[in-house]
T-cell receptor, first 111, second 114 residues
């Protein structure tokens, strides 16, 4: 079992839909949780960051962490065609250790 | 503001040839990383350098070598390229030293080995 599991999709939704993207993990030491967005032929860019458990909201995006279930989610409200990209979850324990990435979920928002 | 710069952006090699991918960051970051990204495999860490003067193996180091030339530059070398090394390679940097670990990525280098 990989440390971080993420359904690769692809996921296709109509414009305006609510999108839910998820990752599960096995390492209970993970404390830092991130979501990266990667447009086609570009490098990933940080979208959301959460420390430990709880929710974080930024505009149309909400990140949730449930450490008891080892489960993280990214919700996108009122999805737009410009949200079409690959979304990668990433996480790591305390200390200067590298991030562990999920495989990424490819999302298409259809106008 | 350049951020993380990778060269070359595209390269085609024949099996057995060698090459070096260059990476430079201008954010005064301590840590630098090399990843490869393949369809269905996600981002896999090849090597990283937590600080100037140190390097460590990641998940898939075989067939690669790295050099942390100075705080700004981190190169990745393929000594004898194989078709299995056809991939998109990303360099990244982070502040390190107990920071959140946020990575800043370059635009990628697309390598094809024939």
């Amino acid at each position: 079992q990989k440390e971080v599991e993420q359904d690769p999709g692809p996921l296709s939704v109509p414009e305006g839909a609510i999108v839910s993207l998820n990752c599960t993990y096995s390492n209970s030491a993970f404390q830092y949780f991130m979501w990266y967005r990667q447009y086609s032929r570009k490098g990933p860019e940080l979208l959301m960051y959460t420390y430990s458990s709880g929710n974080k909201e930024d505009g149309r995006f909400t990140a949730q962490v449930d450490k008891s279930s080892k489960y993280i989610s990214l919700f996108i409200r009122d999805s737009q065609p410009s949200d079409s990209a690959t979304y990668l979850c990433a996480m790591r324990p305390p200390g200067n250790t590298p991030l562990v990435f999920g495989k990424g979920t490819r999302l298409s928002v259809i106008a | 503001n350049a951020g993380v710069t990778q060269t070359p952006k595209f390269q085609v090699l024949k099996t057995g040839q060698s090459m070096t991918l260059q990476c430079a960051q201008d954010m005064n970051h301590n840590s630098m990383y090399w990843y490869r990204q393949d369809p269905g495999m996600g981002l896999r860490l090849i090597y990283y350098s937590a600080s100037e003067g140190t390097t460590d193996k990641g998940e898939v180091p075989n067939g690669y070598n790295v050099s942390r030339l100075n705080k700004r530059e981190f190169s990745l070398r393929l000594e004898s390229a194989a078709p299995s090394q056809t991939s998109v390679y990303f360099c990244a940097s982070s502040e390190g030293r107990g920071n959140t670990g946020e990575l800043f990525f370059g635009e990628g280098s697309r390598l094809t080995v024939l």
